[in-house]
């Protein structure tokens, strides 16, 4: 049984920062890539950034030069470093992870998180 389990979420003024952690955990035998999504009210889930096992990154247009991703392949663990909040960054903000586990056989599949909230207001 695998799980993300996510953390970090909150309310922030606006410029202000916040830093989310995923976990993953069980019987994993690799994790190939790693992300982030981010879901507004109203809005359509959408990428905001994603992470290879090389720990190349690449980043939505409107979080360019605010967000860093990183991961921890020891922990098994994906970071996004947010900086420059503004109230649009306000969403559930969900971990993604495209991992092979398993027991008997192994398997690749996307497995989620259960989402964080991100509240960006003064």
């Known amino acids: 049984q695998v799980q993300l389990v996510e953390s970090g979420g909150g309310l922030v003024q606006p410029g202000g920062s916040l830093r989310l952690s995923c976990a993953a955990s069980g019987n994993i035998f690799s994790i190939n890539n790693m992300g982030w999504y981010r879901q507004a009210p109203g809005k359509q889930r959408e990428l905001v950034a994603a992470i290879t096992n090389g720990g190349t990154s690449t980043y939505a247009d409107s979080v360019k030069g605010r967000f860093t991703c990183s991961r921890d392949n020891a922990k098994k663990t994906v970071y996004l470093q947010m900086a420059s909040l503004q109230p649009e960054d306000t969403a559930v903000y969900y971990c993604?992870?495209?991992?092979?586990?398993?027991?008997?056989?192994?398997?690749?599949?996307?497995?989620w998180g259960q989402g964080t909230q991100v509240t960006v207001s003064s």
């Open positions: 993604k992870a495209d991992i092979v586990a398993g027991g008997s056989f192994w398997t690749r599949r996307d497995y």
